[in-house]
């Protein structure tokens, strides 16, 4: 089968909440991240409704009807501009709406404030999503005509999803231009995980895996990741626990 370039919109996001050993699930600022954590683990998540993480496709795959090398998908928001950004080495597509990314790599901007936020991982699917879960009060509005074609991306094995320390080196805050080499920046905040479910309608992000959070300064690891993209906030679930090595450095 012949190879080709081709865009796609992708994945869709969805629901909130989780439980610690407390029985409350624990939510709090990005930018404070190891501080609220080793403070004041602190603000109860209230009157979140969530969807269980959708299950990764069965080993014994469908029929392909497509094949892309070098995948790249860009979308825009109502303005025009970049928003997400997909890409992998390769896409294969099957007929019963799913398909399967080699070395997927996405990327993301925060419409109220242009932060840029980039995951990636070995291997990913694209899954169907079923727009009627959806709560219209979570989509994002900038990329809301979008829902129709929305897509989950599922991400799997050595899932890393990082933000700059500065917003303004992230590709000139433009998901549409490609990433600079990433060892010349220094991460603000940098999460890894076996797997990872992100949901670009509603910028939400989640895993029941076990969790390391690296910020300057600190390590903080847990069971189980809820992430709000658009409100720079998050949860972890479970077993908690914060080493800073460097308060000096904590942001």
């Known amino acids: ?17 989780g439980q610690d050993r407390s029985g409350q699930a624990r939510r ?12 004041v683990i602190g603000w109860a998540l209230q009157g979140r409704q969530e969807e269980p993480l959708s299950a990764i496709p069965s080993s014994a795959e469908p029929m392909q009807d497509a094949y892309i090398e070098d995948f790249v998908s860009v979308e825009m928001d109502a303005r025009g501009r970049p928003t997400r ?18 070395q997927p790599r996405y990327r993301f901007r925060r419409s109220s404030d242009g932060t840029i936020w980039q995951a990636r991982s070995d291997r ?41 320390d500065d917003p303004d080196a992230a590709g000139a ?19 890894s995980v ?19 959070i690296l910020t300057p300064g600190s390590q903080t690891q847990g069971q189980g ?10 949860a972890l679930l479970s077993r908690v626990s914060t080493r800073i ?6 942001p």
Do not use: C, H
């Open 1 to 17: 089968m012949r190879s080709a370039r081709k865009g796609a919109s992708e994945s869709g996001g969805q629901a909130r909440s």
């Open 28 to 39: 709090m600022p990005i930018a404070a991240l190891s501080v609220a954590i080793a403070l």
């Open 85 to 102: 950004r997909l890409e992998a080495e390769s896409l294969v597509r099957y007929r019963d709406g799913t398909s399967r990314l080699a």
């Open 124 to 164: 990913g699917w694209l899954l169907p999503l079923d727009r009627s879960s959806l709560d219209p009060s979570d989509i994002d509005p900038s990329t809301a005509a979008t829902v129709d074609d929305e897509r989950i991306l599922r991400l799997a094995g050595k899932v890393n999803i990082w933000r700059e």
């Open 173 to 191: 805050a433009d998901p549409g231009i490609a990433p600079q080499e990433e060892s010349a920046r220094r991460r603000a905040i940098d999460i």
């Open 194 to 212: 076996e797997e990872l479910e992100i949901r670009p309608a509603t910028g939400y992000a989640g895993s029941d895996s076990f969790v390391t």
């Open 225 to 234: 990741l809820r992430v709000w993209l658009n409100e720079g906030k998050f």
């Open 245 to 250: 090595d460097d308060p000096k450095r904590i």
